[in-house]
Each structure stands twice: as C-alpha cells, then as structure tokens.
C-alpha cells in the first residue's frame, strides 16, 4: 500500500536522524554541550511529564495561545467580512491596515508587558496581533474572490444581505479561513512563546528561557520538541475540523487522506 | 400593456458599444427568443432586463414602470454556472423558497419535486461538482422554476445537453409555460431551437453597435413537441427566410472576430 510505504520512509528518515544524531554526540563528533542528545532529550521530556512539573506550564501556553487564537480569528473574520462588504471603509482604513501589519510584532512584546503586566494577558495581546492579520486577510480575499454570476444569481433569487452573508459570504471564504487557521494556530503559538521567552513567569517559552539562562540545550531542544508536537496535534485538530466543514469542494490532486 | 419592454436601450462598456438603441416589446405571456452571432450583445440583454446591468441609455419598462434595480418579476437562467457550489443539487433548488421565510423542511419537500421534473430525482444529495455541466443547469433551472417568476430570462439553457435530452427538456418546458404563462426571453444559438419554442423570434446583428434586425412571428400551432414540429413545411419555410438573415450577420462577426 502507497500510503504505508510512505508512512515507512517517513519514520526511517526520522529514525535516521535521530540515530546519526546519537552517535555524533555519544562519538564526540558534534558536541553534546551545545547539541545535547536525543537520548537525554527524551528522558528530561520523560521527566518533565512523568513528574508533572511541565503540565502548569503548558496549561498557561495553552491558555495563552487558545485565547489569542479565539480573539484573533474572530476579530480578524469580523473586519475581514466587514471591509470586503463596505468598499469605501476598506478604502479609507487601508494603509492604516497595511502600515499596522508592517510592525514586527516582537518588538511590540515590551510594550505589553508594560501595558498589560507579566501574566497571560500581554502574550495573549502579542498572539493577537499576529493571528488577526492573517485570519483578516484571508477573510477579505474569500469575499471578494466570491464568484460574481453566483451572487448575482443569490440576488435575484431573493437573498438578503443576511442570506447572503450566511448562504454566499462565508461559505465561499470558508475554506480561505480554514487555511488561515492552521497558520493562525502557528502564529497564535509564537504569540505566546515569545512573550513568556522575553518576560513571564510561567509557559513553555519560560521554561526554555530559563533552560537557556544556564546553557541547559538539553532543556531547550525538550521544550522546543513539546512545543512541536503540541502545534501538531492542534493542526491535525483543525484539519478534521475543516474535512467537516468544507466538503463540497472537489478533493485536490493527489492530496493524502 | 407590454409586460417587459426595452426602450432605446443602448450599453458601453467603457469605449466599447455592445448594444444600441434596441427597442423589444415582450406581450404578458409571450415566448420571445433572441438570436445572433456570438458576442452580439444577448446576455448583456438580459442582464439589462434582469436590472443587473443598468443601460448607459434608454430604458427598461416592467409592466409599463421604469425598472430600477432588480427586477423583482424576473427568474434568470445564467449562462454560466450560477448555483452555489457549497451546497447540496437539493439545497440549491430549496434556497429561493428559504430566502423567502420557507422552512427548511418544507423547501427541501418542494425542491425534491422540482428536482423530479428536471430529471435529476436520483441526485439530490450530490454537489455540483459531482454532477455533469447539463445536470447543473438543470439544478438551475429547478432553482430559477420554484421561485415561479412572472418573467423568465433564458440564457443558452439547453445548449451543454446532448439531442436527446435537449429535446426532452425543450418539451418540459413548454409544458411548464402552457400551464401558467410566465413571459419568456429565452436566448440560443440554436435557430430551430429558437422557432421551435417561440412566439416570436428576434434577430440581432453582430456587434458591436449591435441591434435588432428583424422580428419574425411564429405562427405554429400549439401545443408542439419540438421534434415533430422540426418536420413540418411550415417550419422548414421559417427557417430558411430567418436563416437568410441570420446568416450574413453570423458571416460578419466570423470575418470581425
Ligand atoms: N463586463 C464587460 N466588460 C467589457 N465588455 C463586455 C462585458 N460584458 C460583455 N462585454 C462585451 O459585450 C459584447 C456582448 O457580450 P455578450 O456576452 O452580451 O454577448 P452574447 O451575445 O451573449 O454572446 P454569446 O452568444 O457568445 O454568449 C461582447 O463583445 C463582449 O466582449
Ligand atoms: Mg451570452
């Protein structure tokens, strides 16, 4: 079967890697200082679970990134949909938009931490500013990407705006949004690491700062591999939420299922 | 009182005159077809009497009202693909009804039966991109039929279906607008699809600066079955004296494109 091979090759390669890795660090070839070894790191993550000390951790970057993620998506839908409606708005706001979106948003994290404090609040107002130009982007091309003939023909056959919004608007940007989520889900994860990696008390980017603080690279590639998987998990969670959603699109060349 | 008239309707899309100074009048319950050589101005017609589409000069009376904004008498028939791709053959036909307060329920009940007369009864649960390109304008024309419209604005309805069915759907219709009269401007390539249906039909010359050149009454008798009435002398008689007109302009725009 195709998909099984695949799947092979896939795990073999990460084996592989993985293997090489071990055997550089274990022969001396690269050194363990500043590369660690995949053997530690999976023990330290090992630890980290089986302690329980990482989960109030991740409880607070998970809280972060969920709310960022929330607030982000549905302020970015809201002015999305909003501008796309109303031409001479989107007009007028337009390089205010474009400029905001020009900031880095790193550099804002200072600002938040002043503004808002060291606790949740500043990483989830640092999230938000990164998840709500994508999810607002990709929201205003689905609307205007809308196919002409078929709003007109939604029109004559008696649609208001509310059906219009409920039965043409979204639905046809729905799988715009859907794809903006599962990078809004990167993002919103930014958001929250690299507030708590520059200023926090508690997170996933706390604990690889303060690993970090005492050259700990065992700690730090432990953090960065929950972190992954973590975004994974929440992407393949995405994925079937859109399967659901937006199945009457033709399925895509050669996509896997 | 003509239902539906055009008055010196002339439309310029930009420098380009597509149309000028075309002046129709549709009786209430008249079968009116429009033919011309491709790019002559047809669908741009239609849009005009949709209210889709408002004529640089001239215009367009609705029971003897100046039309503005959507025609709210009108169903129309796109030439292009119109029906919402995200929903269901049975939920696009069930729309018009839920866009007037219909319940659901009782929208799809009534849309099943539409679906029925089109012959599309064993599809309702299939997308439009599961379905072939004479199925979904038979999806349309159910959507554009339930909302029963006083006026029927065809564009090349029947022109992606083969012989057979072609003819079959040309018989339903005229069935249908025995039984209430709805005033038809039904648009085709197709001359002897044009004689076959109507009352009337209307030539245009090749554009641009297109307009109408000549208005032949049908006076065959009704109720007709389109593949029968093909044979007769009278028929034959038709066609030959409109063909003689049609076909120069048909040479014109083939020597202007
Ligand atoms: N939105 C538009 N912008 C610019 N030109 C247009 C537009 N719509 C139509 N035209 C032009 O107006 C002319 C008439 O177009 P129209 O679609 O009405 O032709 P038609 O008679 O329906 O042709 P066909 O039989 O091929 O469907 C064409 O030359 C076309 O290029
Ligand atoms: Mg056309």
Known sequence: ?257 | MSFLEFRQVSVAFGPYVAVEGVSLRLAPGEFVSLVGPTGCGKSTLLNVAAGLLAPSHGEVLLEGKPLRGLNPAAGYLFQQDAILPWKTALDNVALPLVFRGTPWREARERARSWLEKVGLGRFPHHYPHQLSGGMRKRVGLAQVLIANPRLLLMDEPFSALDVQTRQLMENELLRLWQEDRKTVLFVTHDLEEAIALSDRVVVMSAGPRSRVIGEFPIPLPRPRDVAEIRLTPEFLRLHREIWELLRGEVMRAHAGA
């Open chain 1, 1 to 257: 079967m195709r998909g099984l091979r695949l799947r092979l090759w896939q795990v073999g390669l990460l084996l592989l890697f993985l293997a090489w890795w071990e055997w550089a660090s274990r022969t001396g070839r690269i050194d363990p200082f500043f590369f660690s070894k995949p053997s530690d790191i999976g023990q330290r993550i090992w630890r980290w679970f089986s302690t329980g000390e990482v989960y109030p951790h991740l409880y607070v970057t998970t809280l972060e990134m969920l709310l960022a993620f929330l607030f982000g998506t549905l302020l970015g839908v809201a002015l999305g949909l909003w501008l796309a409606l109303a031409p001479s708005a989107a007009a007028v706001l337009d390089p205010y938009i474009k400029a905001l979106n020009a900031i880095p948003r790193v550099v804002l994290a200072p600002i938040f931490t002043l503004w808002f404090g060291l606790g949740v609040l500043s990483k989830v107002a640092l999230g938000i500013t990164l998840v709500f130009f994508v999810a607002f982007f990709n929201t205003y091309q689905g609307v205007k990407e809308v196919s002409p003939v078929v709003l007109q023909n939604a029109r004559l056959l008696g649609a208001g705006q509310g059906h219009l919004l409920r039965h043409v608007y979204l639905p046809a940007a729905a799988s715009w949004i859907f794809s903006s989520l599962r990078t809004s889900i990167g993002f919103a994860v930014i958001g929250a690491v690299v507030g708590e990696y520059l200023g926090s008390a508690a997170g996933l980017g706390y604990l690889i700062a303060q690993a970090e603080g005492v050259f700990d690279t065992t700690g730090v590639f432990a953090g960065m591999v929950v972190l992954m998987v973590f975004v994974l998990v929440l992407d393949a969670l995405v994925g079937q939420v859109e399967r659901r959603l937006v199945h009457w699109r033709p399925k895509a060349e050669g996509a896997q299922g």
